[in-house]
Each structure stands twice: as C-alpha cells, then as structure tokens.
C-alpha cells in the first residue's frame, strides 16, 4: 500500500484556470506538508499543516492555499494559473517528535503540472 | 537560519567505485537530525540514510555511510561499490527539512 499518494500525476492545464492536487497519508502522521520542485531540482518548503498550526512560507503566492479535511489528507488549491507555476509538487508527511521518531519525511511520488 | 549547501551541482563515478558527495550545514540547534535523500529519473524521493547529532558514530545503511563532522557542520555521503542504478539526483538535508541544491550523480559503467 503506498504511503503517501499523491493524485493526479500529470496534470496539463491553461493559465488562469484553477486546480487542485491531492494528497493522502496512511502512516498516521501528524504533519504533512507541500513542497516545489523547479526546473533546476531545487525544492522549497510551501507549507507545513499539523492539527494545530499552518506554517506557510511566505514567499508562495496568496493563490495558492491548503486545505485540510482531515490529517491524513491535505490538498493543494492553486487559483488563477500562471506560467510560472509549472514544476512539480511534492507532498510529504512525518511524525513530529523526538528520537527514534525523527525519521525523516515520507513523499508522495509528485505532480509534474504544467501550465501553457 | 537553517542552511544547506551542496557545493557539488554534478559527479560521475566509474561502477563498482566508490563517490563522497559533500553537504554543509549551519544550524543553531544543539541537537538535530540531518538526511540524505535520492531522487533517480523516476522523480520519487527516496531516503537514503539518517543521522543523529547527538550520536558521533556514523551512520551506516549497506553501501552508504556518512562521515559526520559535528564541529565543521559536514556531513558527507559515502556510496560504495557505485552501481547503476545509483544514478539520481541526492539532496541533503537538516531536519525541518531545509534542502541543499542537490547533486546529480552519473555512475558510468
């Protein structure tokens, strides 16, 4: 069973549209989070949700937004597309904590979206 | 502020050697957790190794072992015996998963 899944894979769409990525976890983790992966492999923390707090990097643009119906779920809406969006989102999830609990984040496989 | 640097942005290793990618970091905790993660073409990021700061062992997962410098705030990935199917993008990273730049590694057979 996947862990972290991620839904859909590819996703094409025009600018201005609005869309959102899901994203499941079954490991019972207390976090889960968004990440961006641009063309050149960088990855940037997006946002980190648990059931008590949103942390949301504040360089992402006010047009994108998580939203969360439960703690094992936590998607990802993008308004008004811009060509600057295309890349590929991660999510991932883990169990905060200390000692043998950090054990690092689980990712989903990603969404390669792209926008024309 | 939390950084990691990846100085390496590619390498390419002969099959069956052996490849030291290097990380830095710089962190204001005492005690923290620091990774490495492969990502090969198929874009899923896998975890390759953890490290505890408070352990001055290194780690050791099969082909991969890390050489851990708590002073210097190094942490290298070691992979032995390069096989193939090693090629993929490693990112570093400390917890509170601030990524490195990444480096892209080519084993060549």
């Known amino acids: 069973d996947t862990a972290v899944s991620q839904t859909p894979k590819y996703l094409v769409t025009q600018m201005g549209n609005d869309k959102s990525i899901k994203c499941e976890q079954n490991?019972?983790?207390?976090?889960m989070y968004w990440y961006k992966q641009d063309s050149k492999k960088f990855l940037k923390i997006m946002f980190s949700y648990n059931n008590k707090e949103l942390i949301i990097n504040e360089t992402v643009p006010n047009r994108f937004s998580p939203k969360s119906p439960d703690k094992a779920h936590l998607n990802l809406h993008i308004n008004s597309l811009e060509l600057g969006d295309s890349a590929v989102y991660f999510c991932a999830s883990s169990q905060t904590g200390t000692g043998m609990n950090v054990r690092g984040y689980t990712f989903g496989s990603g969404t390669r979206l792209t926008v024309v | 502020a939390q950084t990691v640097t990846q100085s390496q942005p590619e390498m390419s290793v002969q099959e069956a050697e052996t490849v030291t990618l290097s990380c830095t970091y710089d962190t204001s905790e005492n005690n923290y957790y620091l990774f490495w993660y492969k990502q090969p073409p198929s874009r899923q990021m896998i975890l390759v190794i953890r490290q505890e700061a408070y352990k001055q062992q290194n780690a050791t997962e099969n082909r991969f072992s890390v050489n851990f410098q708590k002073a210097a705030k190094s942490f290298s990935l070691k992979i032995s015996d390069s096989q193939l199917g090693d090629t993929a993008m490693y990112f570093c990273?400390?917890?509170?998963?601030?990524f490195g730049a990444g480096t892209r590694l080519t084993v060549k057979p």
């Open positions: 490991l019972g983790h207390d976090t």
């Open positions: 990273a400390l917890v509170g998963m601030r």
